[in-house]
């Protein structure tokens, strides 16, 4: 799954997932683009950083036009926090989906040209939030539902020339992992509820794109690859279990 001599764009690469999916590509030989609105606090070890807001449309293009060439997009830059329906009005929620579905479209647009030349690939970062409830970031698991379909939809009209996967992505370790589960206790207690018995390392969902944007993935178009660990263990289960147990 080498990919020397090709050029990668990650948008929001230079922490946690992003940045792991940053570190996988260079390390399988890619020259590798990390784009955000701040530098990372480390620098990357091959990979170069360029400031840019992915929710600045005139600032994508400009960015897209200054490259001279683009063989990967990964669109990894979203997130959003914490907070239920009726804590805020609709306007905050927008900016929700504007992040995490409305940036990625704008930022593929830009970009398809190049990856039209290149033959490129296109890897959208989706979520486990899109294809569940998620209270408390309901806004960010319905942006992610509209960016694994927009993802489907890219890849019928963009074939034969660009492919168009969705990673969806479910817990992960990173640096800011306390802030959603806790502390080291909390976060051995989530642990335990995935099926393989851990989070996912940002190496875990970096390894994964990589795949996806190689010619190991050559025939996977509109595809979504579940890099979950598993899921998550029906709370039934355990309901039965305890009742038979009793």
Excluded at 64 to 74: G, Q
Excluded at 85 to 94: E, I, K, Q, S, Y
Excluded at 167 to 188: F, I, S
Excluded at 205 to 234: C, I, K, Q
Aim: charged letters at 20%; one cysteine or more.
């Amino acid at each position: 799954m080498e990919l020397k001599g090709r050029v990668a764009v990650v948008t929001g690469g230079t922490r946690g997932v992003g940045a792991g999916i940053a570190r996988s590509f260079a390390e399988a030989g890619a020259q590798v683009v990390v784009c955000a609105r701040r530098p990372p606090e480390v620098p990357l070890k091959g990979a170069e950083f360029m400031p840019l807001d992915v929710r600045d449309h005139d600032a994508v293009h400009a960015f897209f036009a200054a490259l001279p060439r683009v063989d990967v997009l990964v669109n990894n830059a979203g997130g959003g926090p914490y907070r239920l329906l009726t804590d805020v009005d609709a306007a905050r929620h927008a900016r929700v989906i504007e992040l995490n579905l409305l940036a990625p479209l704008t930022v593929s647009l830009a970009a398809y040209d190049h990856l039209r030349r290149a033959k490129g690939s296109v890897v959208m970062v989706g979520s486990v939030s899109g294809s569940r409830p998620s209270p408390g970031s309901a806004a960010y698991g319905a942006a992610k539902a509209g960016l694994e379909n927009l993802a489907r939809s890219m890849a019928v009209e963009w074939a034969p020339d660009v492919r168009v996967n969705t990673l969806v992505v479910g817990m992960v370790r990173t640096e800011l992992a306390h802030l959603h589960y806790g502390d080291e206790r909390a976060l051995d207690a989530v642990s335990r509820t995935v099926p393989l018995g851990r989070l996912a390392e940002p190496a875990d969902v970096g390894a994964a794109a990589v795949f996806l944007a190689s010619d190991a993935a050559a025939y996977l178009s509109g595809a979504s690859l579940l890099v979950h660990g598993g899921g998550e263990r029906p709370l039934f289960l355990d309901a039965a279990t305890a009742h038979r147990e009793t």
